[in-house]
């Protein structure tokens, strides 16, 4: 049987609070879905219900074509890595890798090799009799995913495993996990309220708030086509300009429209010709404007205010005569001083036009 | 381990100071000081025992020490405490203490170990499956022991009475154990309590029964608390008296009780003799304590080390 992940409709209740609202989902055998969204947005929540660990208030949870609602997390056969990693710790770190092979009764060879093999995997292997309390962080989150894939289970869960590294192990880890789940054509979630990671880990993203997935995507999907500006400006660092303009007329792929008095002409997607002229919100990203040597048509004035540089490129945070903050991103080479004027025009190409109640119009 | 422990110990010794540690071991004399003259006691003549000022160094000392405060140690006290001879020259007679120290350790012990798997079972469900009103229950299972005992005597002796517990070992372990219960149930849940629900979820999710969980993954980690536990609710009853004196008969009687029956008699208080069933009677104490004081260290430092 293809093993695959199913969310119908589903919705969790704590008492009065709705936690997580009519969610739909399906993971492909062999895919990696992360789920992204602020803190408390109910990504755990999900993710514990799939486990077996909540039961859902309503809706359906199939695995493959069989509904498993009403199954024990023992009876659904899933591993998961805890945000915590939860690791036994009274049991040493071979004994942790053994624990979830207790019920396959297998012969004492046959487990021992069983360890062996992801203890050589993860490089855990001369760290086998030490006791959780006695290795490092880096060292916990690998036995973490080593007890979760010691098994064959019908699917993988991981709960922010990496918010507890360092940057450079986080890096190192994202590389060794996403290689050791290639190998496993089994459907993945993955928790997360690091974009970076959601972005370079997944095949598709869940964005979810307030216990509503607000859009599933590639990567490149919810990057460059947020459905809304809730998803465009959490996706992506640094964050997404967002301009209240107004709409003068929209025809075919030109726009016109007033920022601070000013007219600006740039091309959008043909469908924004549907919106009707008024309040509207531009999206532009920071490194998606070029400067002009001078204030020319088409080109937002602003006056930079603090510089932020980030080593290839230069972060430069400017106000335009309205007061709404920009942020934009030029190269190294290009030096701006605090107070300069710049004169910046928005790449046609990557100007996304939210309607006024946020919606993408694309 | 013992060694790793001492050698740690060694260590603390280095960053607390000399100072501060033979401060501290002065401090720990002035405490031990009673219990220290109770051994001491233990080995005295009766004449030495009644001396005043007190005889508390052994005469092997007497080239250091006036010999007024010598005294020269017996072990006669301690044969005495077991059978009884009598300066008329009759036959020694047995004193039964053989039979009210295996009381003591057997109706202790049992009833403790009783308590404990009792209690813990009963804490674990206290603390992952609450009951309506969850508190209250706790509430009213620790006002039992609200009352002062000799309040509470008068109902449980009728209750003995009527039931013919009185003077069985079944009476008085049911008794014991009910008292140690609710302070069992308490230690045990607030250690329940600590422990990380997600390593009980991740079991879960490796497979495990609810049973398998509590045994393989809950209960290693709460074996100081079980320790601790254990110790206090041994000393408590290892030292009752008002409860085993009405309570108990010939057959099931306790230590304290027996020893409080010698005295009187036809020289008065038998102090040497009283200092050696007390000497006695603290050695299994000190041992049980010996034995778990790394677990008990941290056991009743609760959650603050822990982690
Ligand atoms: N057992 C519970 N009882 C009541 N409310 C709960 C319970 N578990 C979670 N919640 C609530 O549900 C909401 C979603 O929680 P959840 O843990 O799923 O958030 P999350 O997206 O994982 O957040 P984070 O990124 O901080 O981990 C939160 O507001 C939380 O307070
Ligand atoms: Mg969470």
């Known amino acids: 049987m293809k093993s695959t992940i199913e969310l119908r409709d589903v919705t969790k209740n704590f008492g009065q609070f709705t936690a997580v609202r009519d969610v739909d989902l399906f993971v492909d055998a062999g895919e990696v879905v992360c789920l992204l969204g602020p803190s408390g947005c109910g990504k755990t929540t999900t993710l514990r219900m799939i486990a077996g660990l909540e039961t859902p208030s309503a809706g359906d949870i199939l695995f493959g074509k069989s509904r498993v609602n009403n199954l024990t997390p023992e009876q659904r056969n899933v591993a998961m890595v805890f945000q915590f990693y939860a690791l036994y710790p009274a049991l040493s770190v071979e004994e942790n890798l053994t624990f979830p092979l207790f019920a396959e009764h297998l012969s004492k060879s046959k487990r021992q090799a069983r360890v062996a093999d992801v203890a050589e995997i993860l490089q855990l292997t001369d760290i086998l009799n030490r006791k959780p309390s006695e290795i490092a962080e880096g060292e916990k989150q690998r036995v973490a995913v080593a007890r979760a894939i010691i098994r064959e289970p019908n699917c993988f869960l991981f709960d922010e495993p990496l918010s507890r590294l360092d940057v450079e192990l986080r890096e190192s880890m994202r590389g060794q996990i996403k290689e050791v789940l290639q190998g496993l054509s089994k459907p993945t979630v993955i928790v997360t309220h690091d974009q970076l990671e959601a972005l370079t880990m997944a095949d598709r993203i869940t964005i979810m708030r307030d216990g509503l997935i607000e859009q599933i995507g590639t990567p490149h999907e919810v990057f460059t086509k947020p459905v809304n500006i809730f998803v465009a400006s959490f996706i992506g660092t640094p964050q997404m300009n967002l301009l209240g303009v107004e709409l003068i007329r929209c025809n075919g792929n030109d726009a016109e429209v007033v920022l601070d008095g000013n007219p600006l002409k740039f091309g959008v997607e043909a469908i924004a010709s549907e919106l009707s002229p008024g309040e509207i919100t531009l999206g532009i990203r920071p490194r998606a404007f070029s400067l002009q040597s001078e204030s020319g048509k088409d080109a937002i004035s602003v006056t930079s205010e603090i510089i932020e540089p980030m080593g290839a490129e230069t972060l430069v945070h400017a106000r335009t005569i309205s007061e709404t903050e920009i942020r934009v991103v030029v190269p190294r080479e290009k030096k701006v001083t605090s107070g300069e004027t710049l004169h910046l025009r928005p790449d046609p190409g990557q100007t996304l036009v939210f309607n006024k109640h946020g919606k993408a119009a694309w | ?307």
Not at chain 2, 142 to 153: D, F, N
């Open chain 2, 1 to 307: 381990m013992r060694w790793v422990a001492a050698k740690n110990r060694a260590k603390e010794v280095d960053r607390a100071g000399w100072g501060r540690t033979i401060a501290a071991a002065v401090v720990s004399l002035i405490y031990f000081f009673p219990v220290l003259v109770i051994i001491i006691t233990a080995f005295k003549k009766h004449t030495d025992a009644l001396a005043v000022p007190a005889k508390l160094i052994p005469d092997a000392f007497d080239w250091l020490v006036p010999d007024y405060l010598t005294f020269s140690p017996t072990t006669e006290n301690f044969v005495n405490v077991f059978s009884r001879s009598f300066s008329t020259g009759a036959a020694a007679q047995d004193t039964g203490f053989d039979l009210f120290f295996f009381n003591s350790i057997f109706i202790a012990g049992f009833s403790v170990l009783l308590a404990l798997v009792i209690g813990t079972i009963a804490a674990f469900g206290f603390s992952r499956y609450p009951l309506k009103g969850n508190d209250t229950y706790l509430f009213v299972i620790l006002t039992t022991r609200m009352l002062p005992a000799i309040v509470v005597i008068i109902p449980v002796m009728l209750m003995f009475r009527v039931t013919g517990l009185a003077g069985t070992y079944t009476g008085i372990i049911l008794l014991y154990t009910a008292f140690n219960l609710p302070f069992t149930i308490w230690m045990m849940k607030s250690f329940f309590d600590e422990l990380s629900r997600d390593v009980e979820d991740a079991a879960r999710i490796d497979g495990s029964s609810d049973r398998r969980v509590f045994f393989k993954i809950c209960m290693p980690q709460v074996v100081a608390g079980l320790a601790a536990t254990a110790v206090f609710g041994l000393i408590l009853t290892w030292n009752e008296f008002l409860f085993a004196l009405l309570l108990t008969g010939v057959e099931t009687r306790t230590v304290p009780v027996a020893m409080s029956q010698t005295i009187g008699g036809d020289i008065g208080v038998r102090w040497g003799l009283l200092a050696a069933i007390e000497t006695l009677f603290l050695i299994p104490v000190i041992l049980v304590t010996f034995f778990l004081q790394n677990q008990l260290l941290r056991g009743v430092t609760f959650g603050t080390v822990k982690r």
